[in-house]
């Protein structure tokens, strides 16, 4: 299983490690841009990751807001389990990873 080289630092005021979000995001994005546009889930975890992205770009970002971002990503990527999409991020440790952040 190949881990991303994704560094742990301090949470941020909100009590979240940004960084390590950012990152996790950034090599889900990666693996991503593999998948054709047109598989089934492909987009749907596209516009969650974006709208994770659009709250992490928010100077003073809602925690609440971070989490159900990361709770819809962690919910895409167990429906596209079965799917090309699961195949592309199934070396990967996503899922793991979320949970970790996600106290789950």
């Known amino acids: 299983m190949s881990s991303p080289n994704i ?3 301090p949470a941020g005021p909100s009590g979240m490690d940004v960084a390590r979000i950012n990152g996790l995001i950034a090599h889900l994005e990666t693996k ?9 889930g492909a ?19 809602d925690p609440l807001h971070v989490t159900e971002g990361l709770h819809s990503i962690r919910n895409s990527l ?27």
Do not use: N
Request: glycine share 6%.
């Open 78 to 104: 167990d429906k596209a389990k079965d799917t090309v999409v699961g195949e592309a991020v199934r070396d990967s440790t996503f899922f793991i990873d979320i949970g970790r952040m996600l106290g789950l």
């Open 32 to 40: 991503l841009e593999k998948v054709p546009a047109d598989a089934p």
């Open 7 to 9: 560094p742990a630092s």
């Open 43 to 61: 987009q749907d975890l596209r516009d969650e990751i974006a709208a994770l992205k659009e709250v992490l770009a928010t100077p003073d970002h």
